[in-house]
């Protein structure tokens, strides 16, 4: 398997814009879980999914950011609007169950 | 709620010298135990892992880590490091029935010749 994989690897954008941030878990992993690293908070929880349904999202920061997983092969994290505290890390996660492989990460930067 | 103590940001080693960095634990329970690895730019890579049993556990690497539930502790280890163990280390703590995992501010290592 390649792993989880990310997109895109670099995102740059305007104040304001929407970010979408995608993300393909490994095949047969029932949890799909998002991070964000900053050097302030270090890494943080966002949302995580189980058989493709949101299970706690408690760790979202606003009504900014929201997330979707159509299906068991793929997840969106979106930023509507977009603003400079944004930027961070976020990484993709799956699991099959206790413990969690990651992508790459996606670099943010809001200017 | 669990939560993860990491309190060295910092370490600088020789090459060929041992390592251990430390971690404790907040949990009511026997947790699960993590440490992960990210080097520059990359993700996240998982050492090793506890669960039960053997309380010494091995990873990928030549790193080892040892749970110690009186001292709420689960450090890492390694008899002797390399150059391309330069890295951040995280760990980090679960609870049985939640798959959440809680992370440490991570240590960062720095190796030198």
């Known amino acids: 398997d390649a792993g989880v994989i990310q997109s895109p690897r670099h995102e740059v954008t305007e104040m304001g814009q929407e970010v979408t941030l995608r993300c393909k878990p490994i095949s047969g992993h029932d949890y799909l879980f998002w991070y964000r690293q900053t050097m302030m908070r270090g890494l943080e929880l966002l949302i995580y999914?189980?058989?493709?349904?949101?299970?706690?999202d408690s760790g979202m920061p606003e009504d900014r950011f929201s997330a979707k997983m159509p299906n068991a092969s793929f997840s969106t994290l979106k930023i509507q609007p977009s603003e400079p505290r944004d930027s961070a890390v976020y990484f993709c996660?799956?699991?099959?169950?206790?413990?969690?492989?990651f992508g790459q990460g996606t670099r943010l930067t809001v200017v | 709620a669990q939560s993860v103590t990491q309190p060295d940001i910092h370490i600088t080693v020789s090459e060929g010298a041992s390592l251990e960095l430390r971690c404790n634990y907040s949990y009511g329970a026997t947790p699960y135990l993590f440490w992960y690895v990210q080097s520059p730019g990359q993700g996240l890579q998982l050492l090793l892992k506890?669960?039960?049993?053997?309380?010494l556990v091995q990873g990928i690497k030549g790193f080892e880590a040892e749970f110690k539930r009186s001292q709420s502790s689960f450090n890492l280890r390694k008899p002797s490091v390399h150059w391309s163990d330069a890295a951040e280390y995280f760990c980090a703590v679960g609870a049985p029935g939640n798959e959440k995992l809680t992370f440490g501010t991570g240590t960062r290592l720095t190796i030198i010749p």
């Open positions: 996660a799956s699991s099959p169950r206790r413990e969690a492989f």
């Open positions: 506890y669960f039960s049993g053997d309380t």
């Open positions: 999914f189980n058989n493709n349904v949101p299970i706690d």
